[in-house]
């Protein structure tokens, strides 16, 4: 299995690989259990207020750049590399998922979301094997019978949408059940996949502007986006002092 350097972003890690749907495919089919977290400068900013998320990520097997802010922090300390958006990464497996032959589990999201979402990439994806859905909205004794459902079914990759940062403390505290699969939080790439919601115009999100629009689609997450500012004075801060990015191997 290859191998990633592992960086350091305002204390956070995140792996960088010129392949990671050949990785993850790989632990996929080997039945490796993996947790993803896709991480921009909103949840690293949470995860400096929350020691919990912080922990999450900390023990993560993979951590990718899905955001703009995470990207040119890496560039102002001399990483040249481009941002993988989790949606795009979630959507490689999926594209790949009848070859793969490994099953697919979406969870989160309003009622009638996800299911709409797993119908749209069967007729996509002709072979493509969907165990099974449940919207994100369920009482604790739907919660339980959804736990044993899981055990049952065992699928081998679980979308979580959730939002940040309930999808990734939920998937920490609920990867036991199925200790093989592949966990990815997904946010809100559901209503995306269902059409409920659009992404980005191609030319915002080479400007580095996606949240721009995301704003403009839900103009409440707006005390939300004040993060941003705030993790660009810390990055900037830290270019200033010049502090080093730690780095390691990826087992």
């Known amino acids: 299995?290859?191998?990633?350097?592992?960086?350091?972003?305002?204390?956070?890690?995140?792996?960088?690989?010129?392949?990671?749907?050949?990785?993850?495919?790989?632990?996929?089919?080997?039945?490796?259990?993996?947790h993803v977290v896709t991480l921009n400068a909103e949840m690293t900013m949470q995860a400096e207020a929350n020691a919990a998320l912080a922990k999450i990520i900390h023990q993560a097997e993979l951590v990718i750049p899905d955001g703009a802010g995470v990207v040119l922090y890496l560039r102002l300390q001399g990483?040249?590399?481009?941002?993988?958006?989790?949606?795009?990464?979630?959507?490689?497996?999926?594209?790949s998922g009848a070859e793969g032959s490994w099953s697919v589990f979406f969870f989160g999201g309003a009622p009638g979301v996800?299911?709409?979402?797993?119908?749209?990439?069967?007729?996509?994806?002709?072979?493509?094997?969907?165990?099974?859905?449940?919207h994100g909205y369920i009482s604790p004794t739907e919660a339980e019978e959804f736990r044993q459902t899981l055990i049952q079914l065992k699928p081998q990759l679980i979308f979580v949408g959730l939002g940040v940062p309930r999808q990734e403390l939920w998937i920490a505290q609920h990867r036991f059940l199925c200790p093989q699969a592949t966990w990815i939080g997904v946010g809100g790439s559901f209503d995306v996949w269902a059409g409920v919601k659009s992404r980005a115009p191609a030319w915002l999100a080479d400007n580095h502007l996606e949240w721009l629009y995301r704003l403009y689609q839900e103009p409440w997450r707006w005390r939300r986006m004040l993060a941003l500012p705030k993790f660009a004075r810390k990055a900037l801060v830290d270019r200033l002092t010049q502090k080093p990015s730690a780095s390691r191997m990826l087992p």
């Open 1 to 34: 299995m290859s191998e990633a350097p592992l960086f350091s972003v305002l204390g956070l890690p995140i792996h960088l690989m010129d392949d990671y749907q050949g990785w993850l495919r790989s632990r996929l089919q080997q039945g490796i259990g993996t």
């Open 79 to 95: 990483k040249q590399i481009q941002r993988y958006p989790g949606i795009e990464l979630a959507e490689s497996l999926l594209h």
């Open 114 to 134: 996800a299911e709409t979402a797993a119908a749209i990439w069967q007729q996509q994806v002709p072979g493509l094997s969907i165990a099974g859905t449940q």
